[in-house]
């Protein structure tokens, strides 16, 4: 079993920051990409940024110069460093990792963490 556990969310004032945390456990042999999405309400799901192996990078347009994401190998991690947040960036974060585990090679999700931007 695999697990993607999300943490750092919370309530931010607009110009604020927060970083998010996404650790994953259990039976891995390798992670591939591993990447931060986020929905907003009657909005769907959207990738907001994804980072594979070997640290290459990639964003949603709108959100470059803004978010920041990064992993640590060596603890299964990923990070996204968010700055800069605007009302318009609450939802609920999802942590996804395409990881190989007990010979199968597929994509996991975490539970999602909220973020929220308001006054």
């Known amino acids: 079993q695999v697990q993607l556990v999300e943490s750092g969310g919370g309530l931010v004032q607009p110009g604020g920051s927060l970083r998010l945390s996404c650790a994953a456990s259990?039976?891995?042999?390798?992670?591939?990409?591993m990447g931060w999405y986020r929905q907003a309400p009657g909005k769907q799901r959207e990738l907001v940024a994804d980072i594979n192996w070997s640290g290459r990078t990639a964003y949603a347009d709108s959100l470059k110069g803004r978010f920041t994401i990064s992993r640590d190998n060596a603890k299964n991690t990923v990070y996204l460093q968010m700055n800069s947040l605007i009302p318009e960036d609450t939802a609920v974060y999802y942590c996804?990792?395409?990881?190989?585990?007990?010979?199968?090679?597929?994509?996991?999700w975490g539970q999602g963490t909220q973020v929220t931007v308001s006054l």
């Open positions: 996804n990792g395409n990881i190989r585990s007990m010979g199968y090679l597929r994509n996991y």
């Open positions: 259990g039976s891995i042999f390798s992670i591939n990409t």
